[in-house]
């Protein structure tokens, strides 16, 4: 039988809630999302016919303050992908240390077959739909699968309107022209990075000159490859979901040129100075670095006994089996776990949020500033938990988090 994603993610969760011997009624509160809205509205096309879409709005657990989550738009989306992706946005929000609890949102549809005003109408009557819900002191809602800071912006302005007055931190990822912050679209990429740094130091890895090798090279993953030159690193081997190529000589691959011809061709064959490789060579290459920004269940116990590199990162959200996982650890591969290190856009949705609130904006300077210090920081309170209970960054990552969101559950008891 095939586990759902709710019962993945509650199986992560059961697995730190015994290793912290939680008590079952703590265990209870967690293991089930806090509340959850199910909403069938109606939106004119621009046929002139009506057509009826269904939404979901799931809050995990808003203990550490508001809910944050993403809102998507994906026509496979179910209320039980939405379910475990709250859970896991409330993790995340505690190993990075910010003051929010976990939640996630979808419209069931597919945006290709949606003009811009068709979308326009859905995302407006999807959030006067949750409007019970949502709010910048009760849920904040961030970019996700095919949604952007134009979709953030209508959020925003659906929200404002109901009210009388423009409420910017509803949302977060907006154009900076209505409250954005600067270094947005960055954050999960520079966060990542800033992570690797961490990583590589305890391991006394020096980035200069360290080979990376990056699994994909999407939006975020091509920022990744950038910020990880500028740190000094060289990129050996890159893919797309066609095809791998990897460096002919040591020097590697100059990243602006495999940049533009991705963008450009939209795709990594045939870029000067590579050789094709297949995506399993790809990940077995010898490295120190791989990053994996790509899809689900790419390293498993059928390749992980052949991963040569000294760190592996994942950028995309469960890219390693448990099994894969086991066996990584057993060859003392660093992992550093999708819940902290792809928690930068959490992060700087944040500060967004914060200076929303206070009407008060900050440099892209002081955001990139504020956000390497709060990656770092999380990475090495992870790190120390890992060295005190022996075990992996991710099993580190999961007790941390679980132990925060416990502890303000127990400082806040139960009402009435
Ligand atoms: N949780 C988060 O905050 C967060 C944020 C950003 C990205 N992500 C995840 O990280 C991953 C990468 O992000 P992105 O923005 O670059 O995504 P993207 O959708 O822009 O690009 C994905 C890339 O993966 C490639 N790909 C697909 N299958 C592949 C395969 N088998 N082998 C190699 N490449 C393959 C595609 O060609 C594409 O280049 C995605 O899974 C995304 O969901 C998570």
């Not at 095919?146 to 990822?173: F, L």
Request: glycine content about 10%; some cysteine; hydrophobic content about 45%.
């Amino acid at each position: 039988m095939i586990e759902t994603t709710m019962a993945t993610a509650q199986r992560q969760f059961d697995i730190a809630a015994e290793l912290l011997a939680l008590e079952p009624e703590v265990r209870d509160m967690l293991r089930e999302p806090r509340r959850e809205l199910i909403v069938h509205f109606p939106v004119k096309l621009d046929n002139g016919r009506v057509r009826t879409l269904t939404g979901y709005r799931v809050h995990h657990n808003i203990t550490r303050g508001p809910a944050l989550g993403g809102l998507r738009l994906q026509s496979s989306a179910t209320l039980d992908e939405m379910q475990a992706l709250a859970m896991w946005m409330t993790w995340s929000c505690a190993i990075v240390q910010i003051p929010y609890g976990g939640a996630k949102g979808a419209i069931v549809c597919d945006h290709r077959e949606l003009t811009s005003g068709e979308l326009e109408r859905i995302i407006r009557r999807y959030v006067t739909e949750i409007t019970p819900l949502i709010g910048a002191e009760r849920d904040v809602i961030m970019p996700d699968l095919n949604t952007n800071e134009q979709t953030m912006a209508w959020i925003m302005d659906t929200y404002s309107m109901h009210h009388g007055y423009t409420m910017p931190s509803v949302a977060t990822g907006k154009p900076v022209q209505v409250g954005g912050s600067q270094g947005h679209g960055q954050g999960t990429a520079r966060g990542l990075c800033y992570t690797v740094r961490q990583a590589a130091s305890k391991i006394g890895l020096d980035l200069a000159g360290a080979r990376v090798v990056m699994q994909g090279s999407g939006s975020t993953g091509r920022l990744v490859l950038q910020f990880l030159a500028e740190m000094g690193c060289r990129v050996i081997a890159a893919s797309d979901d066609n095809t791998g190529v990897v460096a002919e000589t040591d020097a590697g691959i100059d990243v602006n040129t495999l940049i533009e011809h991705r963008v450009n061709t939209d795709g990594v064959a045939n870029l000067a100075g590579t050789k094709p490789i297949s995506h399993n060579e790809l990940l077995e290459l010898p490295c120190d670095i791989l990053v994996l920004a790509a899809g689900q269940n790419d390293i498993s116990g059928a390749n992980a006994g052949r991963i040569q590199a000294k760190i592996v990162v994942e950028l995309a959200n469960g890219p390693i089996t448990p099994t894969g996982d086991s066996i990584l650890a057993n060859k003392q591969i660093m992992v550093v776990p999708d819940i902290l290190a792809n928690a930068g856009g959490i992060v700087v949705s944040y500060f967004e949020w914060v200076q929303g609130l206070q009407e008060f904006f900050w440099t892209e300077r002081e955001v990139h500033g504020e956000l390497a210090t709060t990656m770092e920081r999380a990475f090495n309170e992870v790190f120390t938990v890992a060295q005190e209970r022996f075990v992996p960054l991710r099993t580190a990552a999961y007790l941390l988090a679980v132990d925060r969101v416990v502890r303000a559950m127990a400082m806040r008891g139960i009402y009435p």
